[in-house]
Antibody, heavy 122, light 106 residues
Framework: QVQLVESGGGVVRPGTSLRVSCVAS????????MNWVRQAPGKGLQWMGV????????DYGDSVKGRFTISRDNSRNTVYLEMNNLRVEDTAVYYC???????????????WGQGSLVTVST | DIQMTQSPSTLSASVGDRVTITCRAS??????LAWYQQKPGKAPKLLIQ???ILQSGVPSRFSGSGSGTEFALTVSGLQPDDVATYHC????????FGQGTKVEVK
């Protein structure tokens, strides 16, 4: 079965950077686009972005465009979310999410990891 | 951006009741509408895609309807296991979610 395990969250200061990772198993990782979605404490879901199955194309939500970068290493079955210039309002659980097809236009979120908490605080 | 508005924000009903959650899009999204169930402390789980296609293993008491800008998720016979927050998502242009509906059992 599909398993997605995030890691790399923690407490960081505003203005710093952090990379969250997600290791996938149970499916042919290199055949599917991967997304990141976050959820601030007590709030709804917010889409961060997507990377295509081959890693060549990425697309981002407006709120993080230019600050966050999504990449992947198919040899390691791993997708990354690099977050720069972090703000207090970026505090959230970050979920790694598999889609149902290859391209960066794939946006149906069919399998979710358990999430990694990132806290941005002074 | 396409805005998604869910109502109500919270819903309390008795076991066996039929409950309906609505989701309205700020512009037409065709049938590119999904519903997710998020139980307390857990990650969301895909319930329904393309308005009305149930995922494998989802109980048949769940159903989805609508098109264009108006959509609904109905639970026909609420069960204690259905206590969760339900999120709608459009995936016609980019991705946006509704703010969520928390379902409680009286």
């Amino acid at each position: 079965q599909v398993q997605l395990v995030e890691s790399g969250g923690g407490v960081v200061r505003p203005g710093t950077s952090l990379r969250v990772s997600c290791v996938a198993s149970g499916f042919s990782f290199s055949n599917y686009a991967m997304n990141w979605v976050r959820q601030a404490p007590g709030k709804g879901l917010q889409w961060m972005g997507v990377v295509s199955s081959d890693g060549n194309t990425a697309d981002y939500g407006d709120s993080v465009k230019g600050r966050f970068t999504i990449s992947r290493d198919n040899s390691r079955n791993t997708v990354y979310l690099e977050m720069n210039n972090l703000r207090v309002e970026d505090t959230a659980v970050y979920y790694c999410v598999k889609t149902d097809c290859e391209s960066a236009s794939c946006r149906l979120l069919d399998s979710w990891g358990q999430g990694s908490l990132v806290t941005v605080s002074t | 951006d396409i805005q998604m508005t869910q109502s109500p924000s919270t819903l309390s009903a008795s076991v066996g009741d039929r409950v309906t959650i609505t989701c309205r899009a700020s512009q037409s999204i065709g049938t590119w509408l999904a519903w997710y169930q998020q139980k307390p402390g857990k990650a969301p789980k895909l319930l329904i895609q393309e308005v009305s296609i149930l995922q494998s293993g989802v109980p048949s008491r769940f159903s989805g309807s609508g098109s264009g800008t108006e959509f609904a998720l109905t639970v026909s016979g609420l069960q204690p296991d259905d206590v969760a927050t339900y999120h709608c998502q459009q995936y016609h242009i980019s991705v946006t979610f509704g703010q969520g509906t928390k379902v409680e059992v009286k």
